[in-house]
């Protein structure tokens, strides 16, 4: 199942989205600049073999609902969301202000 919800961060709106799978959920909130999400993102990847991409991403872990993402603190950023003062241990709300 796929579940879909916008969502009022200050004045600007993101998108939460949830993917149940098998023994897994996959959590993300976005917008057009970029997104943070759950582990299963690979940030070594998108910094490594996808760097011309410039995508602006945040990992955290241990989330397990759209809430818990915008308050984890994250584990990793790509070098992109660097560039837009988003760094490891930022709370995932702070670090969607910092895309908009």
Same mark, same amino acid.
């Given at each position: 199942?796929?579940? &879909?919800?916008?969502?009022?961060? !200050? *004045?600007?709106?993101?998108?939460?989205? *949830?993917?149940?799978?098998?023994? #897994? #959920? $996959?959590?993300?909130?976005? /917008?057009?600049?970029?997104?943070?999400?759950? !582990?299963?993102? @690979?940030? @070594?990847? $998108? /910094? +490594?073999?996808?760097?011309? %991409? +410039?995508?602006?991403? !945040? %990992?955290?872990?241990?989330? =397990?609902?759209?809430? @818990?993402?915008?308050?984890?603190? $994250?584990?990793?950023? #790509?070098?992109?969301?660097?560039?837009?003062?988003?760094?490891? !241990? &930022?709370?995932? =709300? @702070?670090?969607?202000?910092? &895309?908009?």
């Amino acid at each position: 199942m796929i579940y &879909m919800q916008p969502l009022r961060i !200050g *004045e600007h709106t993101f998108i939460g989205v *949830e993917v149940k799978l098998p023994k #897994t #959920t $996959l959590i993300s909130v976005s /917008n057009d600049k970029g997104y943070i999400m759950c !582990g299963a993102l @690979d940030v @070594d990847l $998108l /910094n +490594r073999k996808l760097k011309d %991409r +410039r995508i602006v991403a !945040g %990992r955290a872990v241990g989330v =397990r609902s759209i809430d @818990d993402l915008l308050e984890a603190p $994250l584990e990793s950023v #790509t070098e992109e969301a660097e560039q837009y003062g988003i760094h490891k !241990g &930022m709370i995932g =709300r @702070d670090a969607l202000l910092k &895309m908009v």
